[in-house]
C-alpha cells in the first residue's frame, strides 16, 4: 500500500513543497505539491530524486566510534559518552578555543542546524568559529551589517513585481537561487520577461540564465565591483540619482559620489573587458526603469573585491530608489523573525573585534575563514584547535587546500561529524553522529524564509517515522550541546526547556514585547507540540510579527494554526519596512561606512590590473549540490561531470582537443581534469566545477568514487581572501594549462 505526504524539500534554497509516495517506510516517488502556497507545484531534478536521496544504501544508519584507529558501529550512548570524555578535557585544560566548531552548508536546511549550533556556541563561547559562510554570502553580511546595522538585514530583489533585474554572478537557472529563496526561479524570470521587463545577466560564462536574458555581459572575472562603481559613477555624472524618500533615511551621499569618481566607464571598462558605451547604457537602462533591482551572489561575493560588490549592489538599489519599495528589493519579514521594534539607532555592527591568532585574519559574525582552519589546528601555542565539532560540513572538498587540510584533521586530539556520510571530511573523526534521512525529519526554513520573494509559512512534519534505533537530528545536536558543554547525561529536552526559559524571560521583561510583563512559566506551560523542537517553533511563531502574541492577537500565528494549514499560509507581497530594520548607530542608511571607504584605495589599483594569462571561475549543474550528491546515480553522469570548460579560441592556442586531459596550475596548487572545449565561456577564462575528488581512502561513497573527479580548490592554498569578510576567492584567479597528451 502506498500513501503520499508532504514534505518541504532540502536540497536546495527554493524550499518547494513535495509530494512524496511513501511504500511502507520508503519513498518511492516525488513530486511537486501543486498546492503549496509558494512553489506552487515547482519541482526539479534533484527534488524528483527525493527518494533516492532519502534511500542511498550508503547513509549511515548507526553511530560511528574510532577503536583502535578504526571507525565501528557503536551506540548512541557510547558515542556521547565519548565526545563528553574527550571533549571536555580539551577545554577544560586548553581553554575554550581549543575546541573549534565548524558549520556547513546543509545546517540551514535543517530543523537542528538552526536550532542548537547558536545554543552549542552559546556554551563553548570559543573563537574558533568557521563556516559555509566565508566561502559563500559572508561579504553580503559585511555589507549589509555596516550599510544597515544588521548583518541578516539582506534586501531580496522582488522578482514578481520588478520591472528590470540586472543580476551578477548567479545562474539561478542551475541553483535555484540563493540568499533570494524563489521556487521555481526560471520561471519568475520569464514571467518577468512576459510582462515586459527586462533581465540583464552579468558573468563570464554564458550559462542558461545568460541564455535567458535580454542582454548579456560577461565581464573578466572579479571585476565586478569595478562595473558597479562605474555604473555608480554613471549614475551620478549624468543626474540620473533619485533617492526619493530613501534621502531621508540615509548619510553618505556626497561622499559616495567623491569616491566613485575615477570609476569610469573608461577606466573601469578597461578593466572588466567591457565596452564603456555599454557601461553607461546599463546605468541609464537601470534608472529609466520603472522599478528595478540589482541582485549579486556566488559570482560577486566569492572574489577579490566580494565585500565591495555587495555594497556597491546596494549602493545601487538605494541610488535608483529602488531599496525597499515594490519593485525593487526589499526585505522579506518572516513568521520566525523577531517582531519588528520601534525604528531609530541601534548597536550597529563592527567588523575585526578579534583577530584569528596564527594569520590575524579579522573576525567578521563571530567568524574567522574556515580557508585559515588548518593553520589553526596545526600551529601549536595557545589557542591551538585541539578538538572539533563539524556539523553538516565538507570543508575537505569545499574549502581551500583539501589536502592540507586532510592532514591537519588527522593530526586532532579529537574530531566529532554529525553527517550522514563517511566522505573526506567525517573519515577523519573519531565519532560521527548521522541524522537520519531526511524523509524522517520534520521541516522548517528558519533561514531561508528570511530570504523569500514572498512572505508565507509552512511547516511539514516527517513524512516517514524515526526508524528503529535512530536519533532525530534536532535530539543528536541536543545531546551534543550537552556532552560538549559539561551537561553531559542531562535529557535532550533540557536544552529546548532552557532556551524557551531564555527566551521567554526575555520578552515578558520587553515593553515592545506583546507578552511584557506576563509570566515566563505560564507562557511555557501554554506551548503546544510534540517535542521540544515543535515547542520552540511554537514559541517564535507566536512571538513573531505574525504570531498570536499567547493570545494578544487571536488571529495570529500558532504552531496549530500552521499545522492546520498542511500546504502553507500565504502572508502576502514583502513590504516596505527599512526604517524597521535599520539598527546603526546613527540609526539611518550608512552609504559609505568607514571599512568600505577604507577597502576602495585597493580596488582602485585595481583598474590598472589585467591577467596576465587565464583565469579560473567555477560553475554549478543543475542535479548537483556541492559536495554531497555525487552518490546518486540519477545525479550524476551525463552532463554533470567534473571537466574544464575552455574557450576555442584559447583551446586552439593551446593546442588542446576536447577530451584532451590538461593540467590546471595556480599559484596554491595544481590538479589534472579533462577539457571541454565550449564557447560558453569568455575567451581567457575557464571553469571547473567544485565539490568532487572522492578518491580518499576511508570514505563510503561507492558511486561517487567510481567518477571521482578533482577538487577545484585543490588549487587554492587559502592566502586569497576578500580582506572585509575573511571570504575565499574561489573565483577569477589565475591558472596556467599544461596539456597532459
Ligand atoms: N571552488 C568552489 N568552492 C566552493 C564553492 C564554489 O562555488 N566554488 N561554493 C561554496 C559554497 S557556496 C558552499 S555553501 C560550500 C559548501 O560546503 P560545505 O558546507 O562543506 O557543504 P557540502 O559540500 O554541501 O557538504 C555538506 C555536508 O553535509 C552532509 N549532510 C548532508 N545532509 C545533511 C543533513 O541533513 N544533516 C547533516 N548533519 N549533514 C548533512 C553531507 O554529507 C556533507 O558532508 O562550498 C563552497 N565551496
Ligand atoms: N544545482 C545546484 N544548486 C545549488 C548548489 C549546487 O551546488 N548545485 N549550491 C547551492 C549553494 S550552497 C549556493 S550558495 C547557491 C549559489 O547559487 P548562485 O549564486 O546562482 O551560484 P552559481 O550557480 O555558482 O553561479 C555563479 C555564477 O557566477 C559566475 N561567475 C564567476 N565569477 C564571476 C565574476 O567574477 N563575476 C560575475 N559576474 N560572475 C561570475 C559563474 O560563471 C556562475 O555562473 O546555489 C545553491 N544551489
Ligand atoms: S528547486 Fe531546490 S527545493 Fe525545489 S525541488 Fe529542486 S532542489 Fe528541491
Ligand atoms: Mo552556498
Redesign the pocket.
Known amino acids: 500500500m502506498s500513501r503520499t505526504a508532504l514534505r518541504i524539500c ?1 536540497l536546495c534554497e527554493a524550499t518547494c513543497g513535495l509530494t512524496l509516495t511513501v511504500e511502507g517506510t520508503r519513498v518511492t516517488g516525488a513530486r511537486g505539491d501543486r498546492d503549496d502556497v509558494f512553489s506552487q507545484g515547482f519541482i526539479c531534478p534533484k527534488g524528483a530524486s527525493f527518494g533516492e536521496v532519502d534511500g542511498d544504501p550508503d547513509r549511515l544508519t548507526a553511530p560511528l566510534v574510532r577503536r583502535n584507529g578504526v571507525l565501528e558501529q557503536a551506540s548512541w550512548d557510547e558515542a556521547f559518552d565519548l565526545v563528553a570524555a574527550r571533549l571536555r578535557p580539551l577545554i577544560e585544560e586548553y581553554g575554550a578555543n581549543a575546541v573549534g566548531v565548524v558549520l ?4 540551514v ?2 530543523m537542528a ?1 538552526a536550532l542548537y549550533p547558536p545554543v552549542l556556541l552559546g556554551g563553548l563561547r570559543t573563537r574558533n568559529l568557521f563556516t ?1 559562510s566565508t ?2 554570502q559572508m561579504p553580503k553580511h559585511v555589507s549589509s551589517g555596516l550599510l544597515f546595522g544588521d548583518p541578516f538585514a539582506i534586501p531580496v530583489p522582488d522578482l514578481d513585481r520588478t520591472d528590470h533585474l540586472l543580476l551578477l554572478g548567479a545562474n539561478p537557472l542551475e541553483s535555484n537561487g540563493s540568499l533570494c529563496t524563489a521556487p521555481d526561479f526560471p520561471g519568475r524570470l520569464k514571467a518577468l520577461r512576459r510582462r515586459g521587463g527586462t533581465l540583464t545577466v552579468v558573468d563570464p560564462r554564458r550559462t542558461r540564465t545568460a541564455k535567458l536574458a535580454d542582454r548579456h555581459v560577461a565581464p573578466r572575472p572579479g571585476t565586478d565591483a569595478l562595473l558597479l562603481a562605474a555604473l555608480t559613477h554613471v549614475l551620478f555624472e549624468e543626474k540620473l540619482t533619485s533617492l526619493g524618500e530613501l534621502a531621508e533615511q540615509v548619510d553618505g551621499l556626497a561622499e559616495v559620489r567623491d569616491t566613485v569618481r575615477e570609476f569610469t566607464p573608461e577606466a573601469a571598462g578597461a578593466a572588466c573587458g567591457l565596452d564603456p558605451d555599454e557601461i553607461r547604457v546599463l546605468a541609464r537602462e537601470l534608472a529609466a526603469a520603472p522599478t528595478a533591482a540589482v541582485y549579486g551572489r ?1 559570482g560577486s561575493c ?1 572574489v577579490e573585491h566580494g565585500t565591495l560588490a555587495s555594497w556597491l549592489v546596494d549602493v545601487l538599489n538605494i541610488l535608483t530608489g529602488n531599496l525597499d519599495r515594490p519593485g525593487g528589493a526589499l526585505f522579506p519579514l518572516s513568521a520566525t523573525d523577531k517582531a519588528p521594534r520601534p525604528a531609530g539607532p541601534g548597536k550597529g555592527f563592527a567588523i575585526g573585534r578579534w583577530r584569528s591568532r596564527v594569520g590575524g585574519h579579522g573576525e567578521a559574525k563571530s567568524e574567522l575563514p574556515i580557508a585559515v582552519l588548518a593553520e589553526e589546528i596545526e600551529t601549536p601555542g595557545e589557542g591551538q584547535i585541539r578538538g572539533l565539532i563539524v ?5 575537505v ?3 581551500p587546500d583539501g589536502d592540507r587540510l586532510d592532514r591537519a584533521l588527522a593530526g586532532l586530539d579529537f574530531m566529532v561529524s ?4 563517511l ?1 573526506e ?2 573519515r577523519h573523526a573519531d565519532v560521527v553522529l548521522p ?1 537520519p534521512p ?1 524523509s524522517q525529519s520534520a521541516h522548517f526554513d528558519f533561514a531561508f524564509n528570511t530570504f523569500a520573494v514572498r512572505n508565507q509559512v509552512r511547516y511539514t512534519r516527517a513524512a516517514v517515522p524515526l526508524a528503529e534505533g535512530r536519533l532525530d ?1 534536532c535530539e543528536i545536536h541536543a545531546r551534543l550541546v550537552l556532552a560538549a558543554t559539561g551537561m553531559h547525561g542531562a535529557p535532550a529536552d533540557a536544552v529546548d526547556a532552557l532556551v524557551i526559559d531564555r527566551t521567554l524571560g526575555k520578552a515578558v521583561a520587553d515593553p515592545h514585547s506583546a507578552v511584557y510583563g506576563q509570566d515566563a512559566k505560564t507562557l511555557a506551560a501554554r506551548l503546544t507540540g510534540e517535542n521540544g523542537p515543535e515547542r520552540r517553533l511554537d514559541m517564535m511563531l507566536r512571538l513573531g510579527p505574525y504570531g498570536d502574541g499567547f493570545g494578544a492577537d487571536p488571529d495570529g500565528l500558532t504552531l496549530e494554526r500552521v499545522l492546520a494549514h498542511p500546504h502553507g499560509i500565504d502572508l502576502g507581497p514583502l513590504r516596505p519596512r527599512l526604517a524597521q530594520v535599520v539598527r546603526t548607530r546613527s540609526g539611518r542608511v550608512e552609504l559609505l561606512p568607514g571599512p568600505i571607504a577604507d577597502d576602495l584605495p585597493r580596488l582602485r589599483a585595481a583598474l590598472d590590473q589585467r591577467p596576465a594569462g587565464l583565469v579560473l571561475v ?1 560553475r ?1 549543474h543543475l542535479r548537483s ?4 550528491l555525487h552518490n546518486i546515480p540519477s545525479l550524476n553522469g551525463g552532463s554533470n561531470r567534473c571537466t574544464l570548460h575552455v574557450h576555442p579560441e584559447d583551446a586552439a592556442r593551446l593546442g588542446l582537443a576536447d577530451g584532451d586531459p590538461v593540467r590546471v596550475k595556480a599559484d596554491g596548487g595544481e590538479v589534472a581534469a579533462p577539457v571541454e572545449i565550449t564557447d560558453a565561456v569568455r575567451e581567457g577564462v575557464v571553469s571547473l566545477p ?2 568532487w575528488g572522492h578518491n580518499r581512502p576511508g570514505t563510503r561513497l561507492g558511486v561517487a568514487a567510481e567518477q571521482p573527479g578533482v577538487n ?2 585543490q588549487l587554492l592554498d587559502g592566502s586569497r581572501l576578500d580582506p572585509l569578510s575573511g571570504t575565499a576567492v ?2 577569477g584567479f589565475p591558472v596556467e594549462l599544461v596539456a597532459l597528451r
Do not use: M
Request: proline share 14%.
Open positions: 532540502p556547513g552548508n546543509p545546517n536546511h535543517t542546524g559555509a566561502l559563500d556566488i566569492t556539523s553538516a560540513a565538507n570543508p572538498l569545499s574549502a554529525v553527517d550522514p556520510y566522505n571530511t567525517s541524522p531526511p537530528e567555477g554549478r549540490n556541492n559536495s554531497w567544485h565539490g577545484v580548490n574561489l573565483n
